[in-house]
């Protein structure tokens, strides 16, 4: 058997965390280095299996790097773990997000070492949604992710972080209520857990009276609330808000896209035929999202808050892409989560240093800072462009591929009405990151700030490994389109289109 | 000639952005001018690369070099190739581009750092500035080369993008920050229709390729609403890029900007960048009537109406603006009437003095400290190379025979004429409207007593422009008077696939034996002329009585017919943000987050209210299990 790859990533995380909370208490500094080892590894081996990945159109729909073992036999469970051109690219994306909030967590002195067993913990748990192929494993990966994320922001937040992280916590359980309903439901009518199977054998497995609407529903509520889709949304700005900057950065970078992913690949690959009788609801929440997160996004007058909705509003884009059920807009909502996982990402890294530098959230408050901290500024505004969609950034390719694959789409009647009415909420978007960007950087130059730190050493790094990816990917999409292609193109089958 | 030289022209001013960006702001003092020579160059090479490709084109019969295609992204049916389409129209526009472009990086070698009296020395960003230029013009050739609607749509927001980093260069300054946000936005609205035209041609013909669609067009297989509904969405663009009424608010503020970017990107090119798609997609127009006639109307109403507030600014810099936005208008007009030939055409010789305009602005604002014609005056004696630069693009912009401006509009004016009778009452009316307000500028600034300046700028002894300022300035003066020259013969014309040639003199002075058409225009031009003489010269008529006599027209004009006004306070900040916005905010507080912590405050009241019928009493728990009881065999006696 050759080397676990998948394993070696998705628990090396976890593994430093064990080791540093072995460690006696004192030596933050031993903390840190350990942590940046224990996510650097994995990011490493992400990319070693990006490289090793079979891009050929023959391994369309493979699972590639499998590792199957019996778990609970009598559940007929399995320890099954493997990546498609759908997940890998989420994975690689995960651990560069787990290297990048190690670095940018490299000022924090408040119980260090638990801070980061945390940080660790959620990387592992991400990491373990993306690379299940057992729904039961995904679901317990799933559950755990909530436990880190709680305490990391209910100690390390801010303003109402107790409320906010308690918020998260519940209406998080609330829908993995309704997504264990489901998983259970799809069990006990099938028999199995296994997700390729599922997908590939798909409704001709459900074979009692249970309607397959109402599995579907019971999945998707759960997938709904973490992507997010209003009206489900409200515990976003709130978590987003409170979190330290490395939560935020987690959260809108990689955690709510476990939401996106579990749509294609449990929902709408087990279920083609509900997906396209439901998706003109679907399609409508989509742009209620997109138009309503874009409009919210206009009134808010916290920095982080403002990025916080922009991510429902670029969410939206997601939903719509997939339920416009094309295998270009499939594509499309793929890149868009690895994309917006990135510009919002930076967004937050971002945000999170100016606050930290310069003690102020409030954009009314703020201002002229682009002479004080010229780096920030740059960077700041590279991420809020690729936000708003301009070309050469990853932002344009995934949004241009949802909406030509959205609008030329032939399985869902009226498709077209929904994506242009989407494409409003791109010029809402150039609205709202300009005025962002007016209200902190532009302006006079205000002395209270004069004193400010531009990015440091640390911080510029990963600035530039940002910077760099989402270049890449907006200039060259075909690197991660040519990937995803193969994990989409089975399911587009499925669905038809 | 190898496809890499074209390649070239528009990787050159890219070498020159990724350079400055990444080598030489980074490592060079902000003081030195390295960046600048960098930029021009780079700018020179493309020049003369352009000039041969032009060469090569007008060869080339058809007027058309084929270029090989990389592949760039492949998904499902859809194949993005990248590719260039050299044909007469690219030609030009490359001339026109690297030409302008490189003209203005030399004067702003001299005029940048004079630009604001509140820039400190380490501000003016040589660096930042020419990163940007070059990135626009690399930009801007991209639109010129792009071969399909997609390639081109990614230039055209990149073009957008350095619009706004330079509109918002001096972005301490709130009015600059806030032109810069203005221009994007409103230009990204015009956008929003391109791209539904985009997304609607991708959808009916599976290409992006320009060339395609046009085929398709010509051939009749893309007709009817679909055809109507992309051209009029692709018009949306392109109107807001050149300022098309309703459109046109962003450009105006634009003057924000440094001046020399105002004339190469808010004068030349950028702007023009609208005309240049239409034109570039004319097929598709010309086989929708709808969509022709739109153009045509929105064209001739945007030249009177911009040409009216163009009266009434003080600004030196407004006038020029409004008088561009104008121009535009004439030249979609001609697209829309004439054809490719005739807006082109104007768009050519447009480019050469209405970039002199501008940059006489700023040889002015150089020695005055302001842009408020008001403060000037009498500087004639002092520029004088300012003086007769200016005052050559002015009789050009103008219509006065035989400089550029006569011979475009002229065209304009005939082809109107002939399709639009009804347009070409107004735009006959915007000759003598042009006339006079060019010629208000010429006399404010270079007639009459100095008043003074900018005494905070060393206004006060304003002194000729340094001859990096003044030889592009004289360049572009000599194209001011000879660009037109061109189509004397026909030769542009038959360059862009219409008409014959003919001798020089045959048309140089043949144009006014065939109808009385260019006459009358020479005369309105002329009356205009002489009113602005009478008016601010000679003093013959007061400014103020004209004023007060015209005041509610005058209010008007100077409000901008109140359009800021309903689009920023009353769409934007009441009915949108404050309103709409404010009103779904509440909702998400109240209604949508309210029932959320709803459903947690009712849980926790629910839990305590239960947590009463927990007495611990035993007897009570046996007689609720009673009743329970009792309750379940009446039921299954019942139902079952």
Not at chain 2, 197 to 216: H, M, N, P, V
Request: hydrophobic fraction near 55%; charge should be neutral; charged fraction near 10%.
């Amino acid at each position: 058997m050759s080397f676990p790859y998948l394993t070696a990533i998705v628990f090396l995380p976890v593994v430093g965390a064990i080791i540093i909370a072995l460690l006696g208490n004192g030596r933050p500094r031993l903390v840190k280095y350990l942590a940046a080892v224990f996510t650097i590894i994995p990011l490493l081996l992400a990319v070693i299996l990006f490289a090793n990945f079979d891009k050929s159109s023959a391994a369309a729909g493979i699972m590639q790097f499998a590792e199957k073992t019996s778990w609970i036999p009598t559940l007929n469970a399995f320890y099954h773990l493997g990546v498609d051109g759908l997940s890998l690219p989420l994975v690689i994306l995960t651990t560069f997000l787990g290297v990048v909030v190690v670095l940018l967590s490299w000022k924090e002195q408040l119980r260090v070492r638990q801070y980061f067993v945390w940080l660790l913990l959620l990387e592992t748990s991400i990491l373990g949604v993306f690379s299940s192929l057992d729904l039961l494993l995904f679901f317990v990966f799933w559950e755990i992710e909530i436990i880190p994320m709680y305490f990391l922001i209910s100690i390390w937040g801010s303003g109402r972080k107790e409320y906010s992280a308690m918020k998260y916590v519940i209406y998080t359980l609330f829908g993995s209520a309704f997504m264990l309903a489901g998983i259970l439901s799809l069990y006990f009518t099938t028999g199995s857990l296994d997700m390729v199977e599922l997908s590939q054998k798909g409704l001709g497995m459900i074979q009692t009276v249970m309607p397959a609407a109402a599995i579907f529903f019971l999945l998707i509520i759960g997938f709904a609330i973490k992507l997010p889709v209003v009206p489900l949304h409200t515990w976003l700005p709130d978590a987003h808000t409170d979190a330290p900057t490395a939560g935020s950065v987690m959260l809108a970078g990689a955690l709510i896209k476990m939401g996106g992913y579990g749509i294609i690949r449990i929902v709408a690959s087990i279920f083609p035929q509900v997906a396209r009788d439901y998706a003109p609801l679907l399609l409508t929440l989509a742009v209620i999202s997109v138009l309503y997160g874009a409009a919210l996004t206009l009134r808010q007058n916290d920095l982080k808050r403002m990025i916080a909705y922009s991510s429902v509003s670029h969410m939206g884009f997601v939903l719509l892409g997939i339920f416009a059920l094309g295998e270009i807009s499939l594509t499309g909502a793929a890149l868009q989560m690895v994309s917006h996982g990135l510009l919002t990402g930076l967004l937050f890294a971002m945000a999170g240093l100016m606050i930290h530098n310069t003690h102020e959230r409030d954009l009314r408050k703020l201002g002229g800072l682009a002479r004080q901290v010229p780096i920030i500024a740059v960077v700041f505004s590279i991420a809020g462009l690729g936000s708003l969609g301009l070309p050469t950034t990853s932002g344009f390719a995934a949004e241009f591929l949802i909406f030509v694959g959205s609008f030329s789409s032939t399985v869902v009647n009226g498709i077209q009405v929904f994506t242009i009415l989407a494409v409003i909420g791109v010029v809402l978007a150039a609205g709202y990151i300009l005025w962002m960007i007016q209200r902190v950087f532009y302006g006079p130059p205000k002395e209270q700030y004069n004193s400010v730190k531009d990015a440091d050493v640390l911080e510029r790094v990963y600035m530039v490994a940002f910077v760099a990816l989402i270049m890449l990917v907006g200039i060259y999409p075909a690197i991660l389109t040519d990937i995803i292609k193969l994990g989409v193109s089975p399911i587009v089958g499925l669905l038809g289109g | 000639m190898p496809s890499q030289a074209i390649w070239l022209i528009f990787l050159l001013p890219a070498f020159s952005f990724v350079i400055i960006a990444f080598f030489v702001r980074p490592f060079v003092k902000p003081a030195s001018k390295i960046a600048g020579y960098i930029t021009i160059t780079a700018l020179a090479v493309a020049f003369v690369l352009s000039l041969w490709t032009l060469a090569e084109v007008m060869a080339a019969s058809p007027h058309e070099i084929a270029v090989p295609e990389i592949s760039w992204l492949v998904v499902g049916d859809l194949n993005i190739q990248v590719g260039l389409m050299v044909d007469s129209l690219t030609a030009v526009m490359l001339v026109v581009v690297t030409l302008v472009s490189l003209m203005v990086q030399i004067y702003s070698l001299g005029y940048m750092q004079h630009e604001v009296p509140d820039a400190k020395p380490g501000d003016i960003g040589y660096h930042r500035y020419y990163a940007w230029m070059s990135l626009f013009t690399a930009s801007m050739l991209g639109v010129v080369l792009a071969d399909s609607l997609l390639l081109l749509f990614v230039f055209w927001e990149l073009v957008g993008l350095c619009s706004y980093l330079l509109i918002g260069f001096w972005f301490h300054r709130p009015s600059a920050a806030n032109a810069a946000k203005k221009a994007f936005i409103v230009t990204r609205l015009g956008d929003f229709g391109f791209l539904a035209a985009i997304l609607l041609l991708f959808a009916k013909t599976g290409t992006f390729d320009i060339a395609e669609l046009r085929g398709l067009a010509v051939a009749g297989t893309l007709a009817g609403t679909t055809l109507t509904w992309a051209a009029i969405g692709i018009f949306s663009g392109a109107a807001g890029k050149s300022a098309q009424f309703p459109l046109h608010i962003w450009l105006p503020d634009a003057m924000e900007g440094p001046t020399p970017v105002s004339a190469l990107i808010h004068a030349a090119t950028m702007v023009a960048a609208g005309v240049f798609l239409v034109a570039r997609t004319l097929p598709l127009f010309e086989h929708s009537v709808e969509a022709l006639t739109t153009v045509a109307i929105i064209g001739g109403i945007t030249a009177i109406f911009a040409a009216s507030m163009g009266l009434v600014m003080t600004d030196i810099k407004r006038v020029i603006a409004y008088s561009t936005i104008s121009q535009l208008g004439y030249m979609m007009l001609g697209l829309a009437t004439g054809g490719v030939a005739v807006g082109i055409f104007h768009l050519f010789n447009h480019a050469f003095f209405k970039a002199l305009l501008f940059l006489g602005a700023g040889s002015v604002n150089h020695a005055t400290g302001t842009f408020d014609m008001r403060q000037m005056g009498g500087l004639r004696k002092v520029m004088p190379w300012t003086f007769a630069t200016f005052l050559t693009a002015a009789l050009s912009l103008a219509g006065i025979w035989p400089l550029s401006g006569f011979w475009s509009k002229d065209e304009i004016l005939a082809s109107t004429l002939e399709k639009q009778p009804l347009l070409f009452v107004l735009v006959m009316i915007t000759v003598f409207m042009t006339a006079f307000y060019i010629f208000r500028v010429l006399f404010l600034t270079f007639a009459g007593e100095y008043k003074g300046g900018n005494p905070e700028a060393h206004g006060a002894h304003p002194h000729e422009s340094p001859q990096v300022m003044l030889v592009p300035m004289v360049v572009l003066a000599v194209l001011a008077v000879v660009s037109g020259f061109w189509n004397v013969t026909g030769g542009f014309s038959a360059f862009m696939g219409e008409g014959e040639t003919h001798g020089f003199f045959t048309g140089l002075f043949g144009i006014f034996t065939h109808s009385p058409l260019p006459l009358i225009a020479l005369a309105v031009a002329g009356l205009g002329i002489f009113l602005a003489y009478a008016i601010y010269s000679a003093k013959w008529l007061s400014a103020e009585l004209i004023g007060s006599i015209f005041k509610p027209l005058y209010t008007l004009f100077l409000h901008k017919y109140f359009l800021d006004e309903l689009y920023e306070n009353i769409i934007v900040r009441i009915s949108l943000i404050g309103g709409l916005f404010a009103g779904l905010e509440q909702i998400d507080t109240n209604s949508v987050d309210g029932a959320v912590n709803g459903v947690a405050s009712g849980t926790k009241v629910g839990g305590s209210a239960l947590r009463k019928v927990q007495t611990g009493q035993l007897q009570l728990y046996g007689l609720m299990m009673g009743i329970g009881i009792v309750a379940i065999i009446l039921v299954v006696y019942f139902v079952g």
